[in-house]
């Protein structure tokens, strides 16, 4: 993938000067490269720039890794190419990379972690010794693989104290794993293992996953109406009040998840109907003002509102689900929250299509899970 798209942006920079970047120059052809826009827009002055980067010396890749910092994701691919060719034309010309000054950089983590991650990738291949060095020391970094690579090895290790039936050593270095996994499957392996120990694990808990809410429904939802119809539950919520639902009057009911992974089963809840809409309410008791992510997840149509404001829309029915298919940035307040879902269920009747259910955990911007102030989780 990589080589790929080095092969293209430098097909079409040939054409341009081969001219070199050294030291100062560096920057404006950064800015360049990060004013590249959608639809061609700056792709040519993103070209010129691109042929003098890949130019530059090598000494030079701390200076042009910066250039990350704020790049979207376009900008990004023609800086990577070019700190690929700086890097890629030094080693094969037998000349060293500047390992020293690429170590300081993946250690700085106020750099963004694509240029971080891309700077460990380049000091591997002139250094294989700096994995051991580093990633032990990277369970709570900010970038996702460098936590993802240190609770590996965390994983590997303690699975090295369980074949050598040293049970308390494992479980003490799983425990340490969970504490820092932020990767569902890597959680998920971790909670297998220590269950296997005759460990207790609390993997909603873990995971951030709301697990206590009200229901209320069904609400008509023929021909897909109701996914934007305005149903009292949008208008007010008031846990005491009923309404004229689909088959009759319909008021809240209290539902605990009951599963690991906080599954809402209004199949369950409610009742097993087809042309439905129904919904989802949570109190949630934030100690401070948090940027949050809800991570959510459904093979029907769903809306979330947190305290009114609509955070999330997605009318796709029975389409497939993975976990966190969904994720919506999301802003608590201090003190009570109130979380509100929207699920929809169309007509199809076959058995593939019966699920009428959604899961929602909250994380923050690293994944951590927030957990509600009243333990009311």
């Known amino acids: 993938m990589r080589m790929g798209l080095w092969i293209g942006i430098a097909g079409c920079c040939m054409v341009f000067s081969a001219a070199s970047a050294t030291g100062a120059a560096i920057e404006p052809l950064l800015a360049r490269l990060r004013a590249v826009g959608p639809h061609g827009a700056g792709h040519r002055e993103a070209a010129r720039a691109w042929s003098e980067l890949a130019r530059a010396d090598a000494a030079d890749l701390p200076e042009i890794l910066k250039g ?71 369970l709570d970094d900010p970038g996702w693989e460098f936590r993802r690579d240190a609770v590996g090895r965390l994983i590997r290790e303690a699975a090295q104290h369980a074949e050598a039936r040293r049970s308390a050593q494992a479980v003490a270095v799983y425990r340490q794993a969970l504490g820092a996994a932020r990767e569902r499957d890597q959680i998920d392996l971790i909670a297998q293992r ?43 919520i008031r846990f005491d009040a009923q309404y004229a639902g689909k088959t009759g009057t319909v008021g809240w009911k209290d539902y605990v998840c009951r599963d690991d992974y906080g599954t809402v ?19 949630f008791l934030a100690d401070q003002e948090r940027k949050v992510l809800f991570r959510l997840t459904s093979d029907n149509a769903v809306k979330v509102w947190l305290n009114g404001s609509l955070v999330a ?44 259910d959604f899961r929602l955990r909250i994380v923050d911007l690293n994944g951590a899970p927030v957990l509600s102030a009243d333990g009311n989780q």
């Open 68 to 138: 990350f910092d704020g790049a979207g994701p376009l900008a990004a691919n023609w800086i990577r190419a070019a700190v690929d060719a700086v890097a890629e034309r030094q080693l094969q010309g037998g000349g060293p990379l500047p390992a020293a000054e690429l170590e300081a950089f993946v250690l700085d983590r106020s750099r963004d972690s694509r240029a971080r991650r891309l700077a460990y990738e380049w000091l591997l291949r002139v250094d294989a010794s700096a994995a051991d060095r580093l990633i032990p020391g990277m």
């Open 194 to 236: 220590l269950r296997a120990l005759g460990e207790k694990v609390d993997l909603a808990r873990q995971l951030g996953c709301v697990m206590r809410w009200k229901l209320i429904g069904p609400f008509d939802d023929v021909g897909g109406k109701g996914f934007d119809a305005v149903y009292p539950p949008e208008r007010e």
């Open 265 to 283: 089963d209004l199949n369950q809840g409610l009742v097993e109907i087809k042309q439905a809409a129904g919904y989802a309410a949570a109190e």
């Open 313 to 356: 829309s997605y009318k796709i029915y029975h389409a497939g689900t993975q976990p966190d298919q969904y994720q919506d940035p999301a802003v608590l307040r201090p003190g009570r929250n109130l979380i509100l879902v929207k699920v929809c269920q169309n007509e199809l009747t076959q058995d593939w299509a019966r699920a009428w």
